[in-house]
Structures are given as C-alpha cells and as structure tokens.
T-cell receptor
Framework: DSGVTQTPKHLITATGQRVTLRCSPR?????VYWYQQSLDQGLQFLIH???????AKGNILERFSAQQFPDLHSELNLSSLELGDSALYFC???????????FGQGTRLTVV | EDKVVQSPLSLVVHEGDTVTLNCSYE??????LLWYKQEKKAPTFLFML????IEKKSGRLSSILDKKELFSILNITATQTGDSAVYLC????????????FGQGTRLTINP
C-alpha cells in the first residue's frame, strides 16, 4: 500500500457525461500528479500540482481539469466524456517536486 | 519532443534466469530516470537514478545510468515468478516544471 488513496476504484458512465476522480496523497506529500493509462498510449502525464498550485501540464485535454485543495487532496474532472477517455487514471504523490512519486491504485473509467 | 524507448517490449524467461531490461531516452532537460514495476494496477517505485555510472541495488535488482549514451539498464538476477510484471522506465524533465515521461514498458514473464 503506497499510502495514496484514489476513489472511486471503478466508474462506468455514458458518453457526454462528467465525472470527478478523487485523490488523497500520502501524509506529508505536497505534490500530486495525475496520469492516464490506456492500452494503446501507455502512461501519459496529465498535470502536476504542488501545494495547491499548478506546476506542470502534460497531455491534458481541454475537457479535463484538475485542482488541489487546501487539505492537499486533488480532484480530476473529466467532462463531455468520449469512448476514448476509457482508461486507468492514476494519481501519484511526492514530498516535493524533485522526489520520487508513489502511485495510488488507480480509477478505472469505462465510458459506454 | 521528449521520448523514452524501452526494449524489449516483451520477455519470457525461466525462473532462475538473469534478465536485462533497456531504457533509452531523449529529453531536453534531464533531471532523473526512474524505474517502476507495475503488476496488476499501480506502478511501484524501484529506483531513481540521477548520476551517471553509479549502480543502485536492491536485493536481486540493480540499475545503472549512462548519461553520455542516454540509456539505463535494469538487471534482475535469479528471477522468480513474482518478478513477472511490466517494468516502466520514466525520465523526469525539468523545463521549468516537473513531469515524468514514461516508456511503453517491458512485459516480463517468468515461467516456473
């Protein structure tokens, strides 16, 4: 158990809908990262927050947004969902910005 | 564009064999290289390498980085069936903000 908690574990929703994925980082970690893992693309970095502020953006679609709250938990919002958004979404956390990241168990999103 | 290439993509060996997994990279602003092991869900951190030529070791696993030739190897000796997993290599790119660029992974299968 990495100490990073993601909810829900599984999510099935219809195209066009909006979902929110939640991540609680390890105690003491200030950095939260979001990744998308699909079968054909591998692990793709989406976005990084550090202590509530956005630090880096990767291949994140405009339909997706994220935030990190004062208690350091983070949410990833996915809207106008398409079939291709079906994937495993991982959250990872680290103490700072230059330390190794530890991954949560992921949320499996299925868009039907 | 940052790129991480792992080889082989898939490897099947017998228990007790020694394996070497390769990772080459092209990154504008290299900071570190990380190895992860992914079994069923979340990637588990193995090593972080920042300095060239210094071997990191943990039990039967070891890794080394060559910053001149832009590659790293992960060695596993006396393999066991529990080593079966996807091994991911990731490079940390600074460019003013931190993000990890992942390779496509090597799927390692250890047969008894």
């Amino acid at each position: 158990d990495s100490g990073v908690t993601q909810t829900p574990k599984h999510l099935i929703t219809a195209t066009g809908q909006r979902v929110t994925l939640r991540c609680s980082p390890r105690s003491g970690d200030l950095s939260v990262y979001w990744y998308q893992q699909s079968l054909d693309q591998g692990l793709q970095f989406l976005i990084h927050y550090y202590n509530g502020e956005e630090r880096a953006k990767g291949n994140i679609l405009e339909r997706f947004s994220a935030q990190q709250f004062p208690d350091l938990h983070s949410e990833l919002n996915l809207s106008s969902l398409e079939l291709g958004d079906s994937a495993l979404y991982f959250c990872a956390s680290s103490v700072g910005v230059e330390t190794e990241a530890f991954f949560g168990q992921g949320t499996r999103l299925t868009v039907v | 564009e940052d790129k991480v290439v792992q080889s082989p993509l898939s490897l099947v060996v017998h228990e007790g064999d020694t394996v070497t997994l390769n990772c080459s990279y092209e990154v504008t602003n290299f900071r570190s290289l990380l190895w992860y092991k992914q079994e069923k869900k979340a990637p588990t951190f193995l090593f972080m390498l920042t300095s060239s030529g210094i071997e990191k070791k943990s039990g039967r696993l070891s890794s080394i980085l060559d910053k001149k030739e832009l590659f790293s190897i992960l060695n596993i000796t006396a393999t066991q069936t529990g080593d079966s997993a996807v091994y991911l290599c990731a490079v940390e790119d600074r460019q003013g903000a931190q993000k990890l660029v992942f390779g496509q992974g090597t799927r390692l299968t250890i047969n008894p």
